[in-house]
């Protein structure tokens, strides 16, 4: 709120403004609120690259590479390249800018897609209007679950810049080493697998998904046995190829989706029964 407001002097716009209508939120202008919501996700996007490393690595005390989050934030800028790469590097920060945009968007601009778009007023057709917010938050899902799942894979994926000297740490008895043995290169292990392969951007990561885990395990069965039979493999491939990789959880968030919106009736008709 603070840097969105500091936007908005900046801009001459003010509360007060016929824009503030348009969204869900008290902002003034839909596109100082993109804006500072997009700043603040890009400031804080080491901070979530250190919680998606702490959440996937191994929970071995053996195998743990992270002790922490500043201590997993220090890791990582000096092995990564420092925080300008965390920053500024398109691995990170592409995904970063379009997962902070389209979330703002589509946690903001529901009530302005339905009403000033499509022209469902709230009060006259309050039915239409929630059917409308259950289609608003199922193309959300549709749209977001791609780009979260796509953005955290790359986060759990380390791009190492520098650890020869971290492996090359003394095995003297000197304080001084044991401080170098300290920071010495751990390998990142975690606990659920991940390509031995690193991506390489967003594109490669999605096109990857789609062709290495798009089909289901029935389809992987019949191209095991067809293997094992000797029989020729088809032509094309574009069969095995699905979606399913990049939607993990699609069938929860839709359900949470209907549920949602079945207990705003609940709600609605409570309070025509209390008055």
């Known amino acids: 709120p603070t840097l969105e407001g500091v936007l908005n002097e900046m801009l001459g716009l003010y509360d007060s403004a016929p824009a ?3 969204i869900d939120a008290s902002a003034p202008s839909a596109l100082t ?3 500072s919501n997009v700043i603040v996700g890009w400031l804080l996007s080491p901070l979530e690259l250190v919680r998606t490393r702490l959440v996937v690595q191994s929970a071995s005390p053996i195998h743990r590479k992270y002790r922490g989050t ?3 934030l220090k890791t990582v800028a000096r092995e990564e390249g420092g925080l300008a790469a965390l920053y500024f590097s398109p691995y990170h920060a592409v995904p970063t800018l379009v997962k902070h945009t389209l979330d703002t ?3 903001n601009m529901g009530s302005f897609a339905l009403d000033r778009v499509s022209g469902i007023d709230p009060y006259d057709h ?3 209007f929630a059917i409308g917010g259950l289609v608003w938050k199922t193309i959300s899902a549709v749209v977001m679950l791609p780009v979260d799942t796509i953005r955290t894979r790359l986060q759990a994926q380390p791009r190492y810049t520098s650890k020869a000297a971290s492996e090359s740490a003394p095995l003297s008895g000197s304080v001084a080493s044991k401080g170098k043995q300290a920071d010495r290169f751990v390998e990142y292990r975690t606990c659920v697998p991940i390509s031995p392969v690193p991506y390489t951007g967003m594109v490669n990561c999605a096109w990857r998904i789609i062709t290495e885990e798009g089909a289901s395990l029935k389809q992987l069965k019949k191209r095991r046995m067809a293997a094992m039979n000797g029989e ?3 032509a094309s491939n574009f069969g095995y ?3 399913r990789g990049l939607y993990p959880g699609i069938s929860v968030q839709l359900m ?3 549920g949602v919106f079945g207990l705003s009736f609940v709600k609605v008709e409570e309070m025509d029964g209390a008055f």
């Open 241 to 243: 190829y699905g979606l």
């Open 105 to 107: 968007v589509f946690r």
């Open 20 to 22: 503030s209508t348009y």
């Open 33 to 35: 609120l993109v804006a």
């Open 232 to 234: 020729g493999q088809r």
């Open 126 to 128: 309050p039915t239409t």
């Open 256 to 258: 949470a989706n209907i």
């Open 70 to 72: 500043f201590h997993a």
